[in-house]
């Protein structure tokens, strides 16, 4: 149970089309590039008392298009450019089923995101999650979070409903961390 005394406000990632380059069931390091604006919001973030974590739906696991261990590569290597603009990633969470798979995890459910605050005392009502559909938007509210959408051509069914609408749309992950900086100015420092 979260202590929310003690809860941090944290920033929640989806990693394909919203940090990176949309690159389909790519797995391989050499290949991931981060998208507009995703640099300089990563060094943005870094200036907030708030961890960062990735939230990202690998369905090509389940699809038998890469071993899941494959991911561990793909976690390096966010490591690694998060590390470049002085960030980094406190956790990293992979749903690796399938849209027909029944599970809590794969976003629009708030499986990762839960387990997330479960893990790092993580108080969400303070937290935000930026990603590039809708399906992050609800996952994000069904958590109890804010969700930023960044409107870059991703979402193309734009299926709404209350759970599917963004508290603040942008173009990029700068944007994004522009749009969301005054809550984390705002923190108090932790001890």
């Not at 499986?111 to 009502?125: F, K, N, T, V």
């Not at 937290?127 to 809708?134: A, E, K, T």
């Amino acid at each position: 149970m979260t202590d929310t005394a003690r809860a941090r406000a944290a920033i929640f990632i989806d990693k394909d089309g919203t940090l990176l380059d949309d690159v389909p069931y790519n797995v391989d390091p050499a290949l991931m590039r981060l998208a507009p604006g995703a640099f300089d919001a990563l060094a943005l973030f870094a200036t907030f008392d708030a961890p960062l974590f990735i939230i990202s739906n690998q369905s090509g696991v389940a699809l038998g298009k890469f071993p899941v261990d494959a991911l561990d590569a793909v976690e390096t290597r966010l490591q690694t450019l998060a590390a470049d603009a002085d960030a980094s990633f406190e956790g990293v969470y992979w749903c690796p089923h399938q849209a027909s798979d029944e599970c809590d995890c794969r976003k629009p459910a708030p499986g990762m995101i839960l387990q997330a605050a479960r893990e790092h005392d993580i108080d969400l009502s303070r937290s935000w999650f930026v990603g590039d559909i809708l399906n992050d938007v609800e996952a994000a509210h069904r958590a109890g979070c804010r969700a930023v959408l960044i409107d870059n051509g991703n979402e193309t069914e734009w299926l709404r409903g209350p759970m599917r609408e963004p508290d603040v749309i942008v173009v990029n992950m700068f944007e994004a961390a522009r749009a969301i900086a005054p809550f984390f100015m705002m923190e108090p420092a932790r001890d």
